[in-house]
């Protein structure tokens, strides 16, 4: 059974920095690619950013690349996500996701994906 749980959101001011972390389990962390997506109310589930199996590429939304930065562990089965600079339009319920097949690159759509965590709240003020 693979499980992931977020962590990190919260409530912060424009400008301000928030890193979130996903702690993975049942699974052979280290040879699948992750990705971070974000839902805001009203919207779909949009991509924000991925991380090969190994860590060697990435690749990051348009909306957030310059400012967010995801790295990984695989010593602690965790995947991090370094947001800088936030903006009110980046708040959203954030969830964590492994992608389906092992040793891939960056993977950008939902369907890539097969086991997404609960998600973890960040809003952030004007």
């Known amino acids: 059974q693979v499980q992931l749980v977020e962590s990190g959101g919260g409530l912060v001011q424009a400008g301000g920095s928030l890193r979130l972390s996903c702690a993975a389990s049942g699974r052979t962390f280290s040879s699948y690619a992750m990705g971070w997506f974000r839902q805001a109310p009203g919207k779909e589930r949009e991509f924000v950013a991925g991380i090969s199996w190994s860590g060697g590429r990435t690749y990051y939304a348009d909306s957030v690349k310059g400012r967010f930065t995801i790295s990984r562990d695989n010593a602690k089965n965790t995947v991090y996500l370094q947001m800088n600079s936030l903006k009110p339009e980046d708040t959203a319920v954030y969830y964590c996701?492994?992608?389906?097949?092992?040793?891939?690159?960056?993977?950008?759509?939902?369907?890539?994906?097969?086991?997404w965590g609960q998600g973890t709240q960040v809003t952030v003020s004007p």
């Open positions: 996701a492994v992608g389906r097949s092992p040793y891939s690159g960056v993977y950008y759509y939902t369907g890539q994906y097969d086991y």
